[in-house]
Protein backbone atom coordinates (compact mmCIF):
# COMPACT_ATOMS: atom_id res chain seq x y z
CA UNK A 1 0.00 0.00 0.00
CA UNK A 2 1.19 3.40 -0.80
CA UNK A 3 2.29 5.49 1.63
CA UNK A 4 1.25 9.52 1.67
CA UNK A 5 4.44 11.79 1.56
CA UNK A 6 2.51 15.16 0.84
CA UNK A 7 -0.79 16.11 1.11
CA UNK A 8 -1.63 19.61 0.42
CA UNK A 9 -5.51 20.22 1.12
CA UNK A 10 -7.88 23.70 -0.11
CA UNK A 11 -4.56 25.37 -0.95
CA UNK A 12 -5.34 29.76 -1.59
CA UNK A 13 -2.70 31.37 -2.69
CA UNK A 14 -3.98 35.13 -3.90
CA UNK A 15 -1.62 38.08 -4.62
CA UNK A 16 -3.36 41.70 -3.68
CA UNK A 17 -3.57 44.01 -6.70
CA UNK A 18 -3.09 47.33 -5.16
CA UNK A 19 -3.75 50.89 -7.22
CA UNK A 20 -4.36 54.56 -6.90
CA UNK A 21 -2.21 56.50 -5.01
CA UNK A 22 -2.60 55.65 -1.50
CA UNK A 23 -1.88 51.95 -3.19
CA UNK A 24 -5.28 50.29 -2.08
CA UNK A 25 -6.38 46.61 -2.77
CA UNK A 26 -8.39 47.24 -5.73
CA UNK A 27 -8.99 43.40 -6.19
CA UNK A 28 -6.67 40.12 -6.02
CA UNK A 29 -5.16 37.60 -8.62
CA UNK A 30 -6.10 33.96 -7.39
CA UNK A 31 -2.92 32.58 -8.60
CA UNK A 32 -3.81 29.25 -6.51
CA UNK A 33 -7.30 28.47 -5.80
CA UNK A 34 -8.38 25.67 -3.92
CA UNK A 35 -6.11 22.80 -5.02
CA UNK A 36 -6.17 19.47 -2.43
CA UNK A 37 -4.05 16.71 -3.86
CA UNK A 38 -1.60 14.06 -2.38
CA UNK A 39 2.16 12.69 -3.20
CA UNK A 40 2.66 9.29 -2.51
CA UNK A 41 6.65 8.39 -1.27
CA UNK A 42 8.59 7.35 -3.86
CA UNK A 43 6.59 8.28 -7.10
CA UNK A 44 6.47 11.33 -9.65
CA UNK A 45 3.36 13.95 -9.83
CA UNK A 46 3.65 15.88 -12.74
CA UNK A 47 1.90 19.15 -12.13
CA UNK A 48 1.16 20.97 -15.91
CA UNK A 49 -0.43 23.87 -17.41
CA UNK A 50 0.56 27.16 -19.24
CA UNK A 51 2.21 30.26 -17.85
CA UNK A 52 0.21 31.79 -15.08
CA UNK A 53 -2.01 28.22 -14.25
CA UNK A 54 -0.24 28.61 -10.75
CA UNK A 55 1.80 25.42 -11.16
CA UNK A 56 5.07 27.11 -9.94
CA UNK A 57 3.25 29.15 -7.66
CA UNK A 58 1.88 26.46 -6.04
CA UNK A 59 5.52 24.72 -6.29
CA UNK A 60 6.88 27.93 -4.42
CA UNK A 61 3.78 28.19 -1.69
CA UNK A 62 4.43 24.30 -0.97
CA UNK A 63 8.45 24.86 0.02
CA UNK A 64 7.03 28.26 1.68
CA UNK A 65 9.13 30.42 -0.57
CA UNK A 66 5.62 32.15 -0.44
CA UNK A 67 2.82 32.27 1.83
CA UNK A 68 -0.08 30.43 1.23
CA UNK A 69 -2.94 32.51 2.08
CA UNK A 70 -4.85 29.16 2.79
CA UNK A 71 -5.09 25.69 3.21
CA UNK A 72 -2.66 23.13 4.64
CA UNK A 73 0.50 21.25 3.23
CA UNK A 74 1.04 17.78 5.74
CA UNK A 75 4.67 16.75 4.68
CA UNK A 76 4.95 13.25 6.18
CA UNK A 77 1.82 14.36 8.69
CA UNK A 78 3.25 17.56 9.89
CA UNK A 79 1.34 21.20 8.78
CA UNK A 80 4.46 22.96 7.11
CA UNK A 81 1.91 25.65 6.69
CA UNK A 82 2.00 26.41 10.69
CA UNK A 83 5.87 25.96 11.14
CA UNK A 84 7.77 28.89 12.83
CA UNK A 85 10.24 30.36 10.09
CA UNK A 86 13.33 28.43 12.14
CA UNK A 87 11.39 25.03 12.28
CA UNK A 88 10.32 25.57 8.86
CA UNK A 89 14.28 26.10 7.59
CA UNK A 90 14.99 22.90 9.20
CA UNK A 91 12.54 21.27 7.16
CA UNK A 92 13.96 22.55 4.04
CA UNK A 93 16.56 19.80 4.22
CA UNK A 94 13.56 17.25 3.13
CA UNK A 95 11.93 19.46 1.00
CA UNK A 96 14.61 20.95 -2.24
CA UNK A 97 13.63 22.93 -5.51
CA UNK A 98 15.68 22.94 -8.84
CA UNK A 99 14.84 25.78 -10.73
CA UNK A 100 14.21 26.01 -14.34
CA UNK A 101 17.41 28.25 -15.25
CA UNK A 102 20.18 27.06 -13.32
CA UNK A 103 22.17 30.00 -14.44
CA UNK A 104 20.13 32.27 -12.34
CA UNK A 105 19.92 30.01 -9.41
CA UNK A 106 23.54 29.26 -8.90
CA UNK A 107 25.88 32.35 -8.00
CA UNK A 108 28.10 33.19 -10.77
CA UNK A 109 30.88 34.63 -8.41
CA UNK A 110 30.93 31.40 -6.19
CA UNK A 111 33.10 28.37 -7.39
CA UNK A 112 30.66 24.85 -7.72
CA UNK A 113 32.43 23.65 -4.50
CA UNK A 114 30.78 26.76 -2.33
CA UNK A 115 27.73 26.71 -4.13
CA UNK A 116 27.19 22.79 -3.06
CA UNK A 117 28.86 23.38 0.08
CA UNK A 118 26.58 26.01 1.55
CA UNK A 119 23.61 23.90 2.18
CA UNK A 120 25.32 22.14 4.19
CA UNK A 121 26.80 24.93 6.23
CA UNK A 122 23.15 26.07 6.41
CA UNK A 123 22.29 22.52 7.89
CA UNK A 124 24.86 22.00 10.25
CA UNK A 125 27.66 20.36 9.10
CA UNK A 126 30.84 21.56 10.39
CA UNK A 127 33.63 19.71 9.76
CA UNK A 128 35.37 21.25 6.27
CA UNK A 129 36.61 17.95 5.05
CA UNK A 130 33.74 16.18 5.55
CA UNK A 131 31.64 18.92 3.12
CA UNK A 132 34.20 19.08 0.76
CA UNK A 133 34.11 15.06 0.55
CA UNK A 134 30.53 15.25 0.12
CA UNK A 135 30.71 17.62 -2.91
CA UNK A 136 33.20 15.87 -4.52
CA UNK A 137 31.00 12.23 -4.20
CA UNK A 138 27.89 14.84 -5.26
CA UNK A 139 29.50 15.65 -8.70
CA UNK A 140 30.36 12.14 -9.31
CA UNK A 141 26.24 11.40 -8.92
CA UNK A 142 24.83 13.54 -11.25
CA UNK A 143 27.58 12.92 -14.10
CA UNK A 144 30.28 15.25 -13.50
CA UNK A 145 34.08 15.44 -12.08
CA UNK A 146 35.33 16.42 -9.19
CA UNK A 147 37.47 18.81 -10.50
CA UNK A 148 35.13 20.74 -11.92
CA UNK A 149 34.31 21.91 -8.01
CA UNK A 150 36.65 24.11 -8.42
CA UNK A 151 35.20 25.69 -11.99
CA UNK A 152 32.57 29.14 -11.85
CA UNK A 153 28.68 28.40 -13.32
CA UNK A 154 29.76 30.15 -16.73
CA UNK A 155 32.27 27.64 -17.50
CA UNK A 156 29.53 24.88 -17.97
CA UNK A 157 26.99 23.89 -20.28
CA UNK A 158 22.87 24.74 -19.75
CA UNK A 159 22.95 21.01 -19.00
CA UNK A 160 25.76 20.82 -17.20
CA UNK A 161 24.57 23.65 -15.07
CA UNK A 162 21.46 22.16 -14.44
CA UNK A 163 23.55 18.95 -13.13
CA UNK A 164 24.63 21.27 -10.35
CA UNK A 165 21.25 22.48 -9.70
CA UNK A 166 20.57 18.93 -9.13
CA UNK A 167 23.37 18.54 -7.00
CA UNK A 168 22.82 20.97 -5.06
CA UNK A 169 19.47 20.24 -4.30
CA UNK A 170 20.82 16.75 -3.01
CA UNK A 171 23.58 17.81 -0.38
CA UNK A 172 21.05 17.64 2.19
CA UNK A 173 19.65 14.08 1.00
CA UNK A 174 15.98 15.32 0.82
CA UNK A 175 13.00 13.45 0.59
CA UNK A 176 11.28 15.33 -1.96
CA UNK A 177 12.05 17.62 -4.79
CA UNK A 178 9.96 20.28 -6.50
CA UNK A 179 11.11 20.45 -9.91
CA UNK A 180 10.23 23.39 -11.44
CA UNK A 181 10.54 23.21 -15.14
CA UNK A 182 13.84 22.12 -14.63
CA UNK A 183 14.54 20.88 -18.48
CA UNK A 184 12.72 23.83 -20.23
CA UNK A 185 15.48 25.74 -20.91
CA UNK A 186 17.79 23.39 -22.57
CA UNK A 187 18.02 22.05 -26.01
CA UNK A 188 15.79 18.99 -26.60
CA UNK A 189 18.69 16.56 -27.37
CA UNK A 190 20.00 17.34 -23.64
CA UNK A 191 16.38 17.39 -21.55
CA UNK A 192 16.37 13.77 -22.00
CA UNK A 193 19.97 13.21 -20.50
CA UNK A 194 18.71 15.17 -18.09
CA UNK A 195 15.54 13.30 -17.06
CA UNK A 196 17.45 10.13 -17.42
CA UNK A 197 19.47 11.12 -14.43
CA UNK A 198 16.23 12.55 -12.53
CA UNK A 199 15.22 9.23 -12.62
CA UNK A 200 18.81 7.22 -11.90
CA UNK A 201 18.47 9.23 -9.05
CA UNK A 202 15.14 8.62 -8.16
CA UNK A 203 15.85 5.02 -7.58
CA UNK A 204 19.14 5.39 -6.41
CA UNK A 205 18.03 7.49 -3.19
CA UNK A 206 14.35 6.96 -3.13
CA UNK A 207 13.26 10.31 -4.12
CA UNK A 208 9.92 11.50 -4.71
CA UNK A 209 9.38 14.27 -6.98
CA UNK A 210 6.84 16.85 -7.98
CA UNK A 211 7.68 17.81 -11.57
CA UNK A 212 6.36 21.16 -13.22
CA UNK A 213 6.04 21.60 -16.95
CA UNK A 214 3.92 23.22 -19.51
CA UNK A 215 3.87 20.54 -21.65
CA UNK A 216 2.81 16.83 -21.05
CA UNK A 217 5.46 15.75 -23.54
CA UNK A 218 8.23 16.90 -21.17
CA UNK A 219 6.39 14.66 -18.27
CA UNK A 220 4.93 11.61 -19.80
CA UNK A 221 7.78 9.13 -19.25
CA UNK A 222 8.93 10.22 -15.63
CA UNK A 223 5.27 10.66 -13.93
CA UNK A 224 3.27 8.25 -12.24
CA UNK A 225 0.19 10.58 -11.98
CA UNK A 226 -0.21 13.76 -13.25
CA UNK A 227 -2.17 16.90 -12.60
CA UNK A 228 -3.53 19.78 -15.19
CA UNK A 229 -3.97 22.65 -13.48
CA UNK A 230 -6.02 26.14 -15.33
CA UNK A 231 -5.95 29.39 -13.81
CA UNK A 232 -4.99 28.64 -10.37
CA UNK A 233 -7.10 25.43 -10.21
CA UNK A 234 -6.78 22.03 -11.10
CA UNK A 235 -8.87 20.22 -13.27
CA UNK A 236 -7.95 17.01 -13.66
CA UNK A 237 -5.49 15.31 -12.12
CA UNK A 238 -4.92 10.79 -12.49
CA UNK A 239 -2.76 7.86 -12.96
CA UNK A 240 0.07 9.19 -16.28
CA UNK A 241 -1.63 6.24 -18.49
CA UNK A 242 -5.36 7.00 -17.87
CA UNK A 243 -4.51 10.73 -18.70
CA UNK A 244 -2.85 9.89 -21.85
CA UNK A 245 -4.57 7.48 -23.36
CA UNK A 246 -8.54 8.51 -22.30
CA UNK A 247 -8.27 12.71 -21.21
CA UNK A 248 -11.60 13.68 -19.62
CA UNK A 249 -11.76 17.25 -19.44
CA UNK A 250 -11.13 19.45 -22.60
CA UNK A 251 -8.16 21.34 -21.67
CA UNK A 252 -6.00 18.49 -21.35
CA UNK A 253 -7.24 16.89 -24.58
CA UNK A 254 -6.07 20.37 -26.05
CA UNK A 255 -2.48 20.55 -24.43
CA UNK A 256 -2.41 16.68 -25.39
CA UNK A 257 -3.10 17.65 -29.40
CA UNK A 258 -0.05 20.29 -28.59
CA UNK A 259 2.41 17.96 -27.75
CA UNK A 260 4.58 18.25 -31.10
CA UNK A 261 4.13 14.94 -33.32
CA UNK A 262 6.14 13.96 -36.21
CA UNK A 263 3.15 13.70 -39.01
CA UNK A 264 2.06 16.91 -39.66
CA UNK A 265 -0.91 15.34 -40.77
CA UNK A 266 -2.37 13.86 -37.92
CA UNK A 267 -1.52 16.85 -36.19
CA UNK A 268 -4.05 18.48 -38.20
CA UNK A 269 -7.27 16.20 -37.48
CA UNK A 270 -6.43 17.78 -33.81
CA UNK A 271 -8.36 20.24 -32.03
CA UNK A 272 -5.50 22.76 -31.14
CA UNK A 273 -5.72 24.91 -27.86
CA UNK A 274 -7.59 28.48 -29.15
CA UNK A 275 -7.16 31.63 -28.29
CA UNK A 276 -5.48 33.61 -25.54
CA UNK A 277 -5.23 32.66 -22.15
CA UNK A 278 -7.89 35.09 -19.75
CA UNK A 279 -6.25 37.19 -17.32
CA UNK A 280 -5.58 35.72 -14.02
CA UNK A 281 -6.65 38.65 -12.40
CA UNK A 282 -10.28 38.93 -13.75
CA UNK A 283 -11.04 34.90 -14.91
CA UNK A 284 -14.18 34.09 -16.84
CA UNK A 285 -17.48 33.11 -15.00
CA UNK A 286 -18.65 29.70 -14.09
CA UNK A 287 -15.81 27.07 -16.38
CA UNK A 288 -12.78 29.27 -16.21
CA UNK A 289 -11.87 27.38 -19.42
CA UNK A 290 -15.08 28.35 -21.10
CA UNK A 291 -13.67 30.64 -23.20
CA UNK A 292 -11.60 28.13 -24.80
CA UNK A 293 -13.77 25.34 -25.01
CA UNK A 294 -15.58 23.76 -27.66
CA UNK A 295 -17.70 21.57 -25.76
CA UNK A 296 -19.19 24.75 -23.90
CA UNK A 297 -22.18 25.08 -23.05
CA UNK A 298 -24.82 27.42 -21.00
CA UNK A 299 -23.61 25.95 -17.63
CA UNK A 300 -20.56 26.40 -18.19
CA UNK A 301 -20.88 30.01 -18.21
CA UNK A 302 -22.47 30.40 -14.68
CA UNK A 303 -21.43 27.60 -12.48
CA UNK A 304 -18.12 26.73 -11.67
CA UNK A 305 -17.28 22.63 -11.83
CA UNK A 306 -15.97 20.95 -9.38
CA UNK A 307 -13.43 18.12 -9.43
CA UNK A 308 -14.93 15.40 -8.73
CA UNK A 309 -13.83 11.09 -9.41
CA UNK A 310 -15.44 10.53 -12.68
CA UNK A 311 -13.58 6.99 -12.48
CA UNK A 312 -11.61 5.11 -9.90
CA UNK A 313 -8.83 7.45 -8.88
CA UNK A 314 -9.78 9.71 -12.38
CA UNK A 315 -10.87 13.15 -11.07
CA UNK A 316 -12.06 15.96 -13.22
CA UNK A 317 -13.77 19.21 -13.17
CA UNK A 318 -16.22 19.82 -16.05
CA UNK A 319 -19.81 19.37 -16.74
CA UNK A 320 -19.56 17.02 -19.58
CA UNK A 321 -19.05 14.32 -17.19
CA UNK A 322 -22.02 15.51 -14.33
CA UNK A 323 -25.35 15.30 -16.06
FE1 LIG B 1 -15.78 22.87 -21.38
FE2 LIG B 1 -17.93 23.16 -19.85
FE3 LIG B 1 -16.21 21.23 -19.33
FE4 LIG B 1 -15.57 23.77 -18.88
S1 LIG B 1 -17.16 22.60 -17.84
S2 LIG B 1 -14.29 22.26 -19.83
S3 LIG B 1 -16.55 24.78 -20.58
S4 LIG B 1 -17.47 21.44 -21.15
Not at 69 to 76: L, R, S
Not at 163 to 181: F, N, Q, V
Not at 219 to 248: C, F, N, Q, W
Request: hydrophobic fraction near 35%; charge should be neutral; proline fraction near 6%.
Amino acid sequence: MSEVLLKVDKLKKYFPITGGVLGRKVGEVKAVDDVSFFVNKGETLGLVGESGCGKSTTGRVLMRLLEPTEGTVEFEGQDLTKLKAEDMRRMRKEIQMVFQDPFASLNPRHTVEKILEEPLIVHGVKDKEERKRRVREMLEVVGLNSYHAKRYPHQFSGGQRQRIGIARALMTKPKLIIADEPVSALDVSIQSQVLNLLEDLQKEFQLTYIFIAHDLGVVKHISDRVGVMYLGRLVEITEADKLYEKPLHPYTKALLASIPIPDPDVQQEKELLKGDLPSPANPPLGCAFHTRCSACMEVCKTTRPELVEIEPSHFAACHLYNK
